[in-house]
Each structure stands twice: as structure tokens, then as C-alpha cells.
């Protein structure tokens, strides 16, 4: 078992499942925040159209970037490696999330760090760094407000731009009350602002005493060794502005050539996550703080970590690794919008984690999530850098099958069917026995409710009632008439 | 093995091609390329873009004939808002009157403490409505960063339509990337409490944009 499987509960997907659909006030949250998603996306791909820009010309662009540096990623990491390490920045790899671990204590260490502030990375949620920094003794505080919301709760985020969206106000209240030392109060939505300031001023405290600042890169970029950032609170910045020491944790697949191509990518990116034309604070940070500047971190480490990503080169999978992590496949999905996060079991959640879940933590592991799908493609047609998710969910069903993990009694059906469709006059007797069957099922409403081959597909819905013959038996019917 | 070779040893059997010192030369050939993707049009003059953008992300505009108007109407801002008249500042802006407008003002990078930071910029940008700030001795990043409200002049033959144009200046004026590129639209946000946006999450609660060289 991998070091990331570990930490996935990716097989309780369907114990998981059934919890949150019977949770109101998680379910609540959910039906709040999906339209505000989804309108606020559409508002601004449709923007784009007032600067003659048009989102499927754009998408191709950022879709090329991404697959030109994956189909030569070994000369553009030495690249980048070489331009960072010219700027002053130190290069280190990492193969896996507890080597992560390992090189950033070692850091801390070396540097005396009592106490790192972080800016939002999913990749170090794949590392569990911050338990990594906790044993060794170092205080890790979370700065993103959701984040530090998740880490208050003692949870882990379940959206991977908005880490809290299955937090109410009142849970937030008591949190803060709890860590704030102040008794709680009773909120409405009008105290959302003083929620806001007093999380700011106690993060302001920990922004200055850190010394250590521990970042993602949503990019970087290879012409000049350059991490970008792209925040909204301006945690980013303070993350990477005061501290003396900053390590920036990414995956090696997050590399493009130029800035140009980043000023391609962001006229996507957060559209597709949150539908801004462009996120507040956009950060571009460069090797260490300079001759004469009187801010900026002495020390500037990257740490850049395969955890699986390097399989997926060259494999049926490398269309994931394009991906940007805007969120927009999961803003869009019915089953995340039905489940939240936490139901996935691992770091990324809805559609972009049914992929990545099995291929980081091993597809034995996570046996439910490519089938938590409809196939209804909403992820595929909004993606920016268009992975095709739903293909490769599919990829993944059938390499299950393959590899014989689907539980016996599907695959006994499976052959089953197999057996029967290869005999068509049998085939086409058993249709008309079965059709005959289910138009017997039906009650006075022309409806099925109670399909007695499968309850558990039938408590949640009902079935409309068939024409009570077959397919060829109404094609032959008609070609009579 | 060391990490490093393991990880690049992996990539590169994930890649599957030979050839990698000309690889290179064509992955350093297509850097200097600078190729664009596809670009904006956009209408109209861009001093005005620029500041329909910026009020649109929550900046508040004044505008001002020549730089030395500049500290008079820094002045009447922080009047109207009735914040303290005391000042930090980039030392890019140092050379100005702040005296003789009634304001308290120190060059320095910022501390907690102060609570309006007044800077330049280095360009903005007319698209998207963003300042570029760039972090050197005489304009620290701090400044634009730890008050709650930062005021910044900017020069409005120093739009550019686009990012791919501020690149292309700073190219041009620079030559080496600084430690620091801050594109700034607008006041820090959040929305992680229940969806709903408010200013001033961990940066300035406030932007003030002068836009210097437009008549008033």
C-alpha cells in the first residue's frame, strides 16, 4: 500500500455517501452554494465575448500549453530547475508526500522555524504536511480563511477553492469562540464581516512572527524560475512577503514555458473557478529577496513532488495531469453537489478526484469513485485545459474489470450477458419475457415503483412503464403497417 | 539514487523520446519565442477600460492633471474617509509635497502599525483592471500589503491593454524578473464563510486609484 493510500478512505465512498445525503445541514450548504457557482462561471465566460475572446479558441490555447510541456516535461523541469536555481531559489525533489514531509522539517530546522504559516496547497494535503510539521514540533497555521476554518474544526477541506463550504455560520462562530477565547454569540449573515476581521487580526499575528511561510504554486513557470500564485485574501502574498524562509510545495506538472502563457492561463483559470475576469492578488514570486530590498525571504526552497504524477506520463491517464485545479468540473457535478466533499475520502473531491484518487492512491483503493458518475459530462464541457473526465472514468471502470477487482456477482452478470447476447433468437425471447414482466410491474400511474431485481436502486426513484413489447417486436409491427 | 534522478527518471520514460540535448534547444528556442495565445480587443480608449475595470472590482477613482496634484487629492481621500493623515510610502513617490497637503509620511517598507500605504506602480493593466507592482529597494512590497488601505498613483500613459504588454515593458524597461511581481485588482476578498463576499480579508480593505495625466 502507498504511503497516500494510507490516508484515503476512498472505499467507504458508499457508507460515506448514504451519511451526507441524510445530513440536512450539509445539505443545506451545498444547495446554497452550487448556483452561486455555477451563475457566477457563466457570467464570466460570457464576458468574454466584450473583448472579441471566445472560450473554445481559448480552452484549445491552454489545453496546448499544458500538452506541449507534458510531452517533453523532463527537459522543461531541467529547465526550470536551472533558471530557479540562477535566480538564488534551492531546487529539491520529492518521490512522495512523507519525503515532503522530511525536506520541510529539515528546513524548519536548519532555520529555527518554531512556527510556519501556509497559504492553500492541495499538493500538501497529499503529504499531510502539516501533521509531518506538528510532530516534529513546528506549529503549522493555516491562513486561507476556509482553510483555517477546516484546520480549527480539525477537518480537511472538501471543495479545493472553497475548503469550508460544508461549514455553517454558527459552526464557524463556535470555532472561533473556542480558539478566539470569547464566549459565543449568537450570528446572522450580517456578522459574516466581523467574522472576517477577527479571523484577520489573529492571522495578522501569526503573518508576522512566522518564520516560515510555506506556499503552492499554481504555476511555474520555466522561463524565469518563477512561482505564480493566485489568491484572493492576499494570505498568498503576506505567506511569501514576510516570513525569512519560503517553501513552495508543487507537483511537477505544473510548469509552463512563458509568461505568456501564463497570461493565457489566467484568463481561464479563474473564470472556470470562481468567474472573476482575474483573482485579486496574482504573485510572481522570483528566487530570493534582492540587493537593497528591504523585504522578501532570504531563503526560497521548491519542492517539486511526483506522488504519482510522473505514472500517468505516457499513460491512458496523461490527459489529468493538464489539469489547473480550478474546481469547475466539481462546481458543476451533480454528485458532488449531492455529496460534498467528504464523501470522496481522499484530497480532491468530485470529478477531478474519481480520476486522481485512484491513480495516486492506487485504483484498488478507490473502487467506487469512477462510478461516482453520471455521465452526464457537465465536468468535460466546462474543464479549461478539456480533460475528458468522463472518458477517463470510464478508462478506469474498465481497467477494474480488467484487472478483476469488480465485486463476483458483476462480473457473473457481465458474463451472463455476454453468454445470452451471442445467442440472438434466446436474446429475443428473454427481451419479451422481461418487457411483458416490467409492464406487469407498473401501478395505475404508469409507473414502476417497486423493481423487485434491484431495491436498491429503486428506493430512490421510480420507472416509467415500457411500451410492454420489445424493441423488434414494435420495428416488425411497423413495417407490417 | 537520489530523488531527483529517481523522479526525472520516471518522467522521462513517461515521455518516451530520445534526442533530449535537442529537445532543449527547441524548448529555448520556443521561450524566446514569446509566442501569445489568443488576444483581447478591447473598445475604446484604455485609461477608460482601466477604470471601469478597477470600480468594477470595488476600487474607488480619482483623478489628477500632473503628479504633483497627486498628494492634495491623497489628502482629500483620507479626509473623506476620516482615516489619521499619516502616511508610509513607496520611496518611489518620496519626491512629492506630502508635507504641504497636511500629511504625515515616512518612506519605508511597511509595518503593522500603519494603516494607509501609499504607492506607484510600475504599469497597469486595462483588461482586467490591475496594477503591476514590482518589488525593488525604492518600492517594497509591504506597503501595498499590510495597511488597510493602499492608495496608488498611476500614471495613465502607463496602461497597457493587456499582461502579455506589462510583460513585454517590463522586458524592455528591466530586463531581470524582480523577486516580486504583485498584480493588485481591488481590495482582498473572501467568501469562504458561507459564500458571502466581504472586503478586507488578509490585505488592504481599501483601494484608492489616482490616475494621474487624465483631466479632471
Known amino acids: ?358 491513480l495516486y492512491t492506487g485504483i484498488e483503493n478507490a473502487l467506487d469513485l469512477p462510478h461516482a458518475s453520471t455521465g452526464c459530462n457537465q465536468c468535460g464541457s466546462v474543464c479549461p485545459v478539456r480533460i475528458p473526465l468522463p472518458r477517463l472514468m470510464h478508462r478506469l471502470r474498465e481497467e477494474q474489470v480488467e484487472r478483476g477487482l469488480r465485486p463476483w456477482s458483476e462480473r457473473f452478470m457481465l458474463k451472463a450477458w455476454a453468454w445470452l447476447a451471442g445467442r440472438p433468437a434466446l436474446y429475443r425471447w428473454m427481451m419479451r419475457r422481461a418487457v411483458r414482466y416490467l409492464n406487469w410491474l407498473a401501478d395505475d400511474s404508469g409507473r414502476i415503483r417497486i423493481f423487485g431485481l434491484a431495491p436498491g436502486w429503486s428506493a430512490g426513484r421510480d420507472l416509467p412503464v415500457a411500451a410492454g413489447r420489445t424493441f423488434n417486436e414494435l420495428y416488425k409491427a411497423r413495417k407490417r403497417a | 539514487m537520489t530523488a531527483r534522478d529517481e523522479i526525472l527518471g520516471r518522467v522521462r520514460q513517461g515521455v518516451g523520446k530520445d534526442g533530449f540535448a535537442q529537445r532543449k534547444a527547441a524548448a529555448q528556442a520556443l521561450l524566446a519565442a514569446r509566442e501569445r495565445g489568443p488576444q483581447p480587443v478591447l473598445a475604446g480608449d484604455l485609461a477608460k477600460r482601466f477604470r471601469a475595470k478597477a470600480e468594477s472590482l470595488s476600487s474607488t477613482v480619482d483623478t489628477v492633471p500632473d503628479r504633483r496634484a497627486a498628494p492634495a487629492a491623497v489628502a482629500r481621500y483620507i479626509a473623506a474617509q476620516n482615516l489619521r493623515p499619516e502616511i508610509v510610502m513607496t520611496p518611489d513617490v518620496a519626491d512629492l509635497a506630502w508635507g504641504g497637503n497636511g500629511l504625515q509620511g515616512v518612506a519605508r517598507a511597511a509595518v503593522d502599525a500603519d494603516r494607509i500605504g501609499v504607492t506607484a506602480c510600475f504599469c497597469a493593466v486595462a483588461e482586467t483592471g490591475t496594477l503591476m507592482l514590482l518589488s525593488a529597494p525604492d518600492s517594497p512590497a509591504t506597503v501595498s500589503l499590510l495597511p488597510e488601505t493602499h492608495i496608488a498613483l498611476v500614471d495613465t500613459s502607463r496602461i497597457v491593454a493587456t499582461m502579455e504588454d506589462a510583460f513585454a515593458l517590463l522586458r524592455a524597461e528591466r530586463g531581470e524578473i524582480p523577486r516580486a511581481i504583485n498584480f493588485v485588482s481591488g481590495p482582498s476578498r473572501t467568501g469562504d464563510i458561507e459564500q458571502t463576499i466581504v472586503l478586507g480579508a488578509h490585505g488592504p480593505c481599501r483601494v484608492h486609484l489616482i490616475l494621474i495625466g487624465t483631466p479632471s
Not at chain 1, 190 to 202: K, Q, S, Y
Open chain 1, 1 to 358: 500500500m502507498t504511503a497516500a493510500a494510507k490516508h484515503s478512505q476512498a472505499m467507504h465512498f458508499q457508507a460515506r455517501a448514504g451519511e451526507k445525503v441524510r445530513n440536512p445541514v450539509l445539505q443545506r450548504a451545498l444547495q446554497k452554494a452550487k448556483p452561486l457557482f455555477v451563475g457566477k462561471r457563466a457570467k464570466g465566460i460570457a464576458a468574454l465575448a466584450d473583448d472579441a475572446l471566445d472560450f473554445e479558441t481559448l480552452r484549445s490555447a491552454c489545453e496546448s500549453i499544458r500538452n506541449r510541456t507534458l510531452a517533453d516535461l523532463d527537459v522543461w523541469l531541467d529547465i526550470f530547475e536551472e533558471r530557479a536555481t540562477a535566480t538564488g531559489a534551492e531546487v529539491l525533489w520529492a518521490r512522495d508526500g512523507e519525503e515532503v514531509g522530511r525536506l520541510v522539517v529539515d528546513i524548519a530546522r536548519r532555520h529555527g522555524v518554531t512556527k510556519a504559516t501556509k497559504s492553500k496547497s492541495m499538493l500538501s494535503e497529499e503529504a499531510h504536511l502539516n501533521e509531518a510539521l506538528a510532530e516534529a514540533g513546528i506549529r503549522p497555521v493555516e491562513t486561507d480563511l476556509g482553510e483555517y476554518i477546516v484546520q480549527l474544526a480539525g477537518e480537511t477541506p472538501s471543495h479545493i477553492i472553497a475548503p469550508a463550504i460544508h461549514k455553517t455560520l454558527e459552526e464557524v462562530e463556535a470555532l472561533f469562540a473556542a480558539e478566539h477565547g470569547r464566549p459565543v454569540e449568537t450570528r446572522t449573515s450580517a456578522d459574516i464581516p466581523d467574522l472576517t476581521r477577527e479571523a484577520r487580526e489573529v492571522l495578522r499575528q501569526h503573518f508576522l512572527t512566522a518564520e516560515m511561510g510555506i506556499s503552492g504554486a499554481n504555476f511555474l513557470i520555466a522561463e524565469s524560475g518563477t512561482a505564480a500564485l493566485v489568491t484572493n485574501e492576499g494570505n498568498g502574498r503576506m505567506v511569501t512577503t514576510l516570513p525569512k524562509v519560503h517553501v513552495v510545495v508543487t507537483g511537477i506538472e505544473k510548469i509552463v514555458p512563458t509568461l505568456e502563457d501564463f497570461a493565457t492561463l489566467m484568463r481561464l483559470l479563474p473564470r472556470s473557478a470562481t468567474g472573476q475576469s482575474i483573482s485579486n492578488y496574482v504573485s510572481l514570486l522570483t528566487g530570493t529577496k534582492r540587493e537593497g530590498d528591504c523585504d522578501g525571504p532570504e531563503k526560497t526552497v521548491f519542492i517539486l513532488v511526483d506522488n504519482g504524477r510522473a505514472n500517468l506520463l505516457g499513460s491512458a491517464y496523461q490527459d489529468m495531469l493538464r489539469c489547473i485545479r480550478c474546481g469547475a468540473c466539481m462546481n458543476h457535478c451533480p454528485v458532488y453537489f449531492s455529496l460534498g466533499g467528504h464523501a470522496y475520502g481522499w484530497v480532491y473531491p468530485g470529478p477531478m478526484g474519481s480520476v486522481l484518487t485512484p
